[in-house]
Structure formats: C-alpha cells, structure tokens
C-alpha cells in the first residue's frame, strides 16, 4: 500500500487577507483532503472555510497538536497518512514548520517515508526580509529573544555585532504584548547608526514597514503593543 502525502498549507497572517494568502493551487488542494493536523482548531476550521472549503466540516478528521496536545501521543496523526491518505498540517498563522511546533510533525513524516509537500503562502519572516532594503543573501532568524533584561540586551548587541561584521541580516521576534519593552531595549542598546526594519502587522490593512537608523527612531518611535511584530537589524 502507498502512504500519503503530508501537504504544508499556510495561512493567512492577518484578519481580512484571505486574497492575499489563498492560491488556486491551496483551494484545489484543501478540497481533495479531509483531514487535517493543526495549531489550532477553531482557526483551522475558520480558515478553511475563508478559503472555499466545500466538505462540511463536520465530516473532516482534526487532530489537534496545540500547546496542550504536544507531549502526547501522535500515532493517531499518522493513521490517514501510511493508509495511503492525503493529510494537511496547518500552523495557527503563516507557514507550518517555520517558527512552528509543526516542524516535529514534518520531521515525523520524514522518518515515516511519507512525502512532504510545501504550499506556497505568506511567510511573516521572508515578507518582513523582502521589504526591509536588508541583505536576503546572508540572515538568521533567531525567534524569541531572552526574557532578562541583562541577557536580552547582551543578545541584541550580539546580533549587532553579527551584522555589522558579517553583513547579514538578523532577524528576530516578541511576544506582541512585550513588543515596546522590546524596541526601548533595541534603542537604548544599539549603535545610531545600526539600520533597525520594524515590519508590523503583515497583510494586515494596518500594515506598517519602515527602516531606519537607530538615532532616527529615537525621534518618534511607534506604538507595537500587541501587534504581531518583526525586529530586523542590519549594519551601517
């Protein structure tokens, strides 16, 4: 018997983007799946049905790998998939595996022999890369930085360095709720002529995407409280 195929389908970054996330490939595809591994169930389903799912939901197969499911058993997961079943991993937002606890599924499916299939669809981070005017040759995406004051300033002089040195790009993330406590730290630790991209709320109708030097956001510096954020440091 063939397994099945474990498709990658991103989804949308932001309420209210559904165009610019869906291609006609995605709806073609979530129309030839009935079951599904995501992040989150209730965005899933909303998800799904935003972008022309025509099965009712209530003849789809959802496993649930959030926060609460991660540690459990993931057998059931892959029953469809090595039956021969075509399966969908979803993240909550943007694209499955990356900055995504789904990687642990794809790693799964690798060791299993089953084909793995990306969907094209928005990525928060290579959206944020694009529009900076940043090196997309040379990054590094180095997610969450840390909560101690001392090692989180510590660490964004690191990457200041890295930049600097090394020309590359070093991109990294916040909490939504912790973003300003986080710019205030990238300004009060970073060098003022270190070119800082702050890429907010993506495909988002409030989207907002502007690079400066450090001693240039000093003179207004934006208000990111709980909107979902990207910090991009670059050299001189």
């Known amino acids: 018997m063939s397994l099945g195929s474990l498709y990658l389908i991103p989804v949308p970054l932001a309420e ?15 129309n030839q799946i009935d079951e599904y591994i995501v992040e989150n169930s209730k965005t899933a ?5 935003e972008a022309g799912l025509k099965t009712p939901q209530n003849e789809l197969i959802i496993h649930d ?8 058993d993931t057998r059931d997961f892959f029953k469809g998939l090595l039956a021969g079943k075509n399966v969908g991993l979803m993240s909550e937002a943007g694209c499955p595996g990356v900055a995504d606890p789904g990687a642990d599924i794809v790693a799964l499916a690798h060791e299993k022999g089953i084909r793995v299939i990306p969907l094209v669809g928005p990525s ?36 200041e360095s890295i930049a600097e040195r090394h ?40 989207e907002f995407v502007q690079t400066k030097r450090i001693r240039e956001w000093k003179l ?13 440091l670059y050299g001189k």
């Open 16 to 30: 209210q983007a559904s165009a610019k996330s869906f291609t006609p490939y995605l709806v073609e595809t979530i």
């Open 45 to 49: 389903r909303k998800f799904l049905k």
């Open 65 to 72: 790998y959030g926060k609460h499911n991660r540690d459990g």
């Open 124 to 159: 928060s981070i290579l959206l944020a890369l694009m529009a900076s005017g940043f090196s997309g040759q040379s990054f590094a995406f180095h997610g969450y930085l840390p909560i101690d004051k001392v090692q989180r300033a510590n660490k964004i002089r690191e990457l």
């Open 167 to 206: 020309h590359q790009t070093q991109l990294f993330i916040e909490t939504p709720f912790r973003n300003n406590t986080m710019l205030e730290e990238i300004l009060r630790s970073c060098k003022a002529e270190t070119r800082l991209c702050i890429a907010c709320d993506l495909t988002a109708e409030t």
């Open 220 to 232: 207004k510096v934006p208000d990111l409280h709980k909107r979902p954020t990207i910090f991009l």
